[in-house]
């Protein structure tokens, strides 16, 4: 019985990996760099006030192929860690469709979301349930054929989640060292090891077993470093500067504090109110993909005990995400990384 509930979900992932595809856009696309690069060169990365933008998707499907192409990262969308670019563009050399990346960590998103519930050994319809949720969210704020940052921050995330409840050390440090180095490596170093960190105190508090946890936060730190020196290797090459993957943390940082400013606790009235002030004009606009049960499941969250909590560190993350996101511009996509835990925190 084991075994046919096993792969039951199984089929019921590639029945969602299936149905992504069908609903998603541009699974058609052969990739034509030449046709990028014309993009990226009349955009606004490149003239000021261009009539012809580039969305955030097509500058990383750039820039990922260039990076492979051998352009340094620091040249092209350095405000963004280059690895998923990376990956973008190696999954482009072999299939021509930059979209398939996103596809794909997706897909093993969903696998590892199963994994963390057979963990809690959740029920027939619990795993339905969660599962439909978290493939909804995707398609709502992403969909499935992706060349966006979230499939590998949600891919990276999970992955870290699970070997975290499996006390497999190394493997919990490699995947959330990724996920550190997968958008902006100072601001989700600063949200992961907050979380991790109450999550240390609490289980201190409760006089329970801590070492395991203190471990893998310094391992983390310490992959953490490597990957982001790994990432940054042909700047080392090129400068022969070991302190310039630093320095070019430092200019993120300063890039994202001056830029724009946006009213108080957006994120709060996306999700509560359906509410989005958007920063590029003075209006209030609708969130795409939203629906009543974003409030309703972080009130749900609220509602349950400490000690009912299964899952700490998912819980912890949640919260620092969550008030990190009332205080810069947010897109919905980036409520994948709140809606995807906290579906899986509040109903394990």
Known sequence: MKIVRKNLFLFLLLFFGVIGFLSSKDSDLVYDHEVFRKKYLNSQWVVPNSKTPISDEELYIYAGNEYIRGTSPILINPEILPLPKYIIGAV???TD???FAGALFYFLSLVFALKILEHFKAGLLQKLLILSLIFGEILRLDGFLSALI??????FFLGGAYFYLKRRLLL??????LFINSKNFLVFSALFYSALLTDIGLSYLRKRKVKFKLKLLLLTVFLSLVFLYLSYLKVLIDTRDFLQPLKIQKYVFSFYKTSVKVPSFMAAKMVF???WHVWWADKVKGVPGWWIFWPLSL???AMKPLKGW????LVFWILFYFVFLNFIPVWPRYFLLLFVPLYLAVFI
Not at 150 to 155: M, R, S, V, Y
Not at 172 to 177: E, K
Not at 310 to 313: A, I, K, P, T, Y
């Open 310 to 313: 299964r899952f700490n560190l």
């Open 299 to 301: 009130l749900l969250l």
């Open 150 to 155: 979230e499939p590998f921050l949600l891919f």
């Open 97 to 99: 469709n930059p979209y």
């Open 273 to 275: 109110l359906n509410k």
């Open 172 to 177: 919990a440090s490699l995947f959330f060292a």
């Open 92 to 94: 482009t050399v072999l």
